[in-house]
């Protein structure tokens, strides 16, 4: 909104001070729409003398202080109304939006935590809509273990951690942009990370699995492969021809992860490499047609046929692999940058399942019965 200061001739030599407004403005005592306001104030034109000149800068200066103060009000209550009026925009809508932003599984965490959104608040939420007690009821949901995908068992704390976090993040980001007026993210705490019980197999096992036939070879090697890499399962899913590397005794994958998009160079066995069957074109994948649904129930049957009671996922494979190495005498430094974790104090849990010096002094207290 624009107001400007103008002049409009009276009798007797005198002009009238009046403000003009662009756009129209509403007149508060007739409701109706208008581009004056009369300050009531004169000036004197010409000023003829002493007093009438110190009259006329009184008058303009307090005419130039008026206008000052209705541009700045006009200002608040244009930029209060656009924001009242984003306010009953779509939070849900806005909350996919930066789930589409993401690339790789981060993507895939963003996404679940939209849609988890959606089954709780089936109904459009507007920003308006958001309040403290909407977030809290949002966390206790996530907690009460929901389904989505038809999956078997519900959601794990972490993963309802997760979750929460990216809510949480597009409250922080609403925040940020003015379309929420209270800081929500840092209102409504997080949730605290549980530390996960870590399944993994040991050699014993593993030469039971070997020893199991089965049908379906393309799976076996898919398996096998994950426990000497430590692969994700996407990355061994989108593996291709190009991204292996190297020479016997010196191969390696040069791939980017699909959940960090960071860039990856992973050296890998004699054995490893063979696993990977006949080599094909550079775009080609290395295991073509393979989902995780039919890994997922290919490592309940295989185990279950090979006398192995544990409940066995591909991110058992990957524990697997980290396991190995530090009971090879792999330094944990080095696992680290094999798994392609972010901070060392992810690899870190592997050796509180892996310590020797407890498992040597567990079988120190012995009873002869």
């Not at 006329?56 to 009242?84: C, F, H, P, T, Y």
């Not at 524990?319 to 974790?341: F, N, P, R, V």
Request: hydrophobic share 35%; aromatic share 12%.
């Amino acid at each position: 909104m624009r107001v400007i200061v103008r002049k409009i001739a009276l009798t007797k030599g005198r002009q009238r001070l009046v403000l003009n407004y662009y756009p129209p403005v509403i007149n508060p005592d007739t409701f109706k729409k208008t581009r004056y306001e009369n300050l009531k104030l004169y000036i004197y034109d010409p000023p003829e003398t002493q007093a009438q000149k110190l009259h006329n800068a009184e008058k303009l200066a307090l005419a130039e202080e008026i206008r000052v103060k209705r541009q700045m009000d006009g200002k608040i209550k244009i930029s209060s109304l656009i924001q009242g009026l984003q306010r009953q925009n779509s939070f849900t809508g806005y909350f996919r939006q930066l789930a589409d932003y993401r690339k790789g599984l981060s993507w895939n965490n963003w996404d679940s935590s939209v849609r988890y959104f959606q089954l709780f608040q089936p109904a459009d939420v507007t920003f308006a809509a958001i309040d403290l007690p909407l977030c809290e009821a949002f966390k206790r949901f996530l907690l009460s273990a929901p389904k989505l995908r038809g999956a078997r068992r519900g959601i794990g704390h972490n993963s309802a951690l997760s979750y929460f976090n990216k809510f949480r993040t597009a409250l922080k980001q609403a925040w940020r942009e003015k379309l929420l007026d209270t800081d929500y993210h840092d209102l409504c705490r997080g949730l605290k990370e549980m530390e996960a019980e870590i399944e993994f197999l040991t050699m014993h096992d593993i030469r039971q699995l070997i020893k199991t036939p089965v049908e379906n070879e393309m799976n076996r090697r898919v398996v096998l492969f994950a426990i000497l890499t430590g692969l994700r399962f996407c990355d061994v899913q989108y593996l291709t021809w190009g991204q292996v590397r190297g020479e016997r005794d010196e191969y390696y994958l040069q791939f980017r992860q699909r959940k960090t998009y960071k860039p990856q160079h992973v050296f890998i066995s004699n054995q490893a490499y063979d696993l990977l069957g006949s080599a094909g074109q550079a775009t080609a994948r290395v295991f073509a047609k393979i989902y995780y649904n039919q890994i997922r129930d290919f490592l309940v049957e295989w185990p279950l046929k090979a006398g192995i009671n544990k409940h066995i996922t591909f991110s058992c494979l990957r524990h697997t692999y980290a396991t190995l190495q530090l009971e090879s005498g792999t330094d944990i430094y080095t696992i680290s940058k094999m798994l392609g974790h972010r901070h060392l104090k992810t690899t870190q849990r592997y050796t509180r399942v892996m310590d020797k010096a407890k498992k040597e002094a567990a079988g120190r207290i012995y009873f002869d019965l």
